[in-house]
């Protein structure tokens, strides 16, 4: 079945890796230009679901505060913004280094509980960043505020969407690179058994705290890129990056797509988006139909799109 999912997984993700990179240049013809902002939305999405799916599906921990480094991605670059410093080469490393030390410090507290507690306390620091924001009127409060020019990158209009898209796209590479070198490593596998039993963990030498530290961090850094890379797309910013809504989101992904699978959350962004789009236009009331999808794959085909692909493909 692991190498199954190797060989099938990779190729249906390559043919939409293709798809997001001729979408730019098919809109403006079937004259939807704003599909280029669409996609680039699902890359956006996607790159946050893939750092919490490191977390959650890999390693077991059921974070419902990562849109915490959301936020955290997202008023950096709208902060740096409003002080006239636009530089992507400035502002993404401190997003990335910021949300990678505040997930530091929370990672520290939160793994010292598990189970529910874990998922609370994860909670309870998002809504302490949330409710910070919204008493921070320097920065906008609870209206948030906009911003007029997007992160520049080697003196590129990224104003122009298609030059946006391609960067959104170039950063998804990035990450799924990384994330599939780091599952692949001895980390990786280190990870997936501290999911399964930290008391054997522990008997090999292995210290399961740190790995699942050292994991949270790098998932926090990924999902605040993501931050910065949504409120470029946007250009406003507002507290409800970090509500728990937002958080909730990321796992219906992750679920959709296919937990504990490198390409599952992309696949999950996807599907989750477009679904939005196409029934969002006929109707208010789309998460009803949604809903039902979750539900559905919960009792069905938990191993959400992929695993259905795969054991569809296993039966044939």
């Known amino acids: 079945m692991l190498r199954l999912m190797e060989k099938a997984t990779p190729s249906s993700t390559v043919i939409l890796l293709l798809l997001f990179a001729i979408v730019p240049f098919l809109a403006p013809i079937l ?6 902002d669409v ?7 996607s790159i946050a ?5 490191l977390i959650l599906g890999y390693g077991g921990m059921v974070s419902f505060g990562h849109a915490a480094y959301i936020g955290i991605g997202g008023y950096t670059i709208a902060i740096f913004s409003f002080h006239e410093i636009n530089n992507g080469f400035i502002q993404w490393p401190v997003a990335l280094a910021i949300s990678g030390a505040v997930a530091l410090l929370f990672g520290a507290l939160s793994l010292r509980t598990k189970g529910v507690y874990f998922i609370m306390i994860t909670l309870a620091f998002a809504q302490m960043l949330y409710y910070f924001a919204i008493s921070w009127p320097s920065y906008g409060g609870e209206d948030g505020f906009s911003i007029y020019v997007r992160s520049t990158l080697f003196g590129i209009n990224t104003m122009q969407g298609l030059n946006f898209f391609f960067i959104c796209f170039f950063w998804l590479l990035i990450i799924l690179f990384t994330i599939n070198k780091v599952v692949k490593s001895p980390f990786g596998l280190a990870l997936r ?8 963990v522990k008997s090999v030498g292995i210290n399961p705290f740190k790995i699942q530290l050292i994991a949270f961090v790098l998932s926090g850094a990924i999902t605040g890129i993501a931050g910065s890379l949504y409120v470029d797309l946007n250009r406003f910013v507002s507290p409800s990056l970090l509500s728990w809504q937002m958080s909730g989101e990321f796992i219906v992904f992750i679920l959709i797509g296919g937990l504990g699978r490198i390409y599952g959350p992309l696949i999950g962004a996807a599907f989750f988006v477009t679904f939005e789009q196409f029934f969002g236009s006929y109707t208010e009331h789309w998460q009803i ?13 938990k191993g959400g799109i992929i695993g259905f692909i795969l054991e569809y493909r296993k039966n044939e």
């Open 31 to 36: 004259g939807e230009a704003f599909y280029v």
């Open 39 to 45: 996609f680039a939305r699902i890359m956006i999405w």
């Open 49 to 53: 679901a893939v750092g919490l799916n």
């Open 193 to 200: 058994a501290t999911r399964f039993n930290l008391t054997r």
């Open 289 to 301: 139909f949604l809903g039902i999808i979750i539900i559905s794959t919960v009792l069905f085909a």
